[in-house]
């Protein structure tokens, strides 16, 4: 390391976030650390002066996505509403809203990472499960407290219902990519809306129409 | 190519076969042709033979894996039922039982495929959407005649919820890769059939049940 050379905590941030950028749109097997260098505007000795290997730094870049997605998602006006299932209502109307974006930018890390690497990256793998799970346990407190109110007699599980939750936007996402846009993935949380309004026996109609 | 050498219509199969192995554990970008030919146990001058580039084959694999899934859902037994809308609660009941197995092996060629490659390469992304709607649109053929028999008037479209269902089996496969089992997936095809149920409004019990 040359002595003229300082090492921020701000240089860390910015090549996590370029991992958002680049793994989201070439996915992560086809990510160089040359190409977040890149992206980042930073040296490969500032990379691995932070992350041990591209192994390293994508453990931390899922840790990453899971606190700038919950930063978003905790100051989501969604939390507002009174009721639990509004609550819940309003989340997916939220994850409905965010679609309003070009491909790469609405789809998911974490579900991309581990797409191309569960079989072969343990490390990796986990630090994405942490990601999903944690999200979905987000969701799963509204939804306990909604299923207490308002059907305490269903026999469906808050957990699996909101583990279901993400593994549509997950394969949305997959869909969305395959047909270039994000209509497609529109319609897909159309039927998730659907179904929780099924569940809950009680058809709300969606916050922005 | 040497005079001695013969590349046949199998060696090709073999190749593509190998993909199906490969590519679903490794992921695409990781995958190296020389992976592709140690499975198939061919040289690289039969895949070069027979394909141009790895780019090319990715888009045979594509077609291969409709082909064979093509003729694996053909020969299910769901078929059988006289009312549309048993093939399908059957068609799901399918795709549920076909979990049982280990991650690499039941999860989607084309859906990981396009995960990695829709920002970078048209032709593979294009490849997996015809995979992945041509099969949707083989079950949103029974879910038609369902609608119009049990659910005229219902506002939902048949080829959007069977683009739906894909969805949620993509989503569902993502979270077996990050929990690294099946059980998550299982209880996803739960809530898709409980949630075409309702549509229908139709209870049905599953067929191993």
């Keep these: 390391m040359a002595a003229t050379t300082t090492y921020t905590s701000d240089s860390r941030t910015r090549l996590l976030d370029a991992a958002l950028k680049v793994i989201r749109a070439k996915g992560y097997s086809a990510t160089r650390v040359e190409d977040i260098c890149e992206a980042a505007g930073l040296s490969k000795g500032s990379f691995f ?5 591209k192994q390293h730094f994508a453990v931390e870049a899922a840790a990453h996505w899971s606190s ?10 969604y939390h507002d509403h009174a009721d639990p299932l509004d609550r819940v209502l309003g989340y997916l109307d ?3 809203a965010i679609l309003c974006r070009e491909v790469p930018e609405f ?5 991309t990472m581990v797409q191309e690497t569960y079989d072969t990256c343990p490390a990796i793998r986990e630090a994405c499960e942490r990601s999903i799970s944690g ?5 799963a407190k509204d939804l306990e407290l909604a299923k207490r109110l308002h059907a305490p007699d269903a026999t469906w599980m808050a957990e699996s219902l909101a ?8 394969g949305a ?11 497609v993935a529109e319609d897909c949380l159309d039927h ?18």
């Excluded at 996402?173 to 209509?183: E, M, P």
């Design 107 to 111: 789809t998911c890390l974490v579900g």
């Design 94 to 96: 939220f994850r409905r």
């Design 173 to 183: 996402f997959i869909l969305a990519k395959a047909r270039n846009g994000s209509r």
């Design 192 to 209: 998730l809306r659907r179904y929780v309004e099924m569940l809950f026996h009680h058809p709300h109609p969606r916050s922005d129409s």
């Design 49 to 53: 002066h932070h992350f041990t290997s």
């Design 163 to 170: 583990l279901y939750t993400q593994a549509v936007l997950q």
């Design 135 to 139: 999200h979905a346990a987000e969701v």
């Design 68 to 77: 700038v997605t919950g930063s978003l998602f905790a100051a989501a006006p």
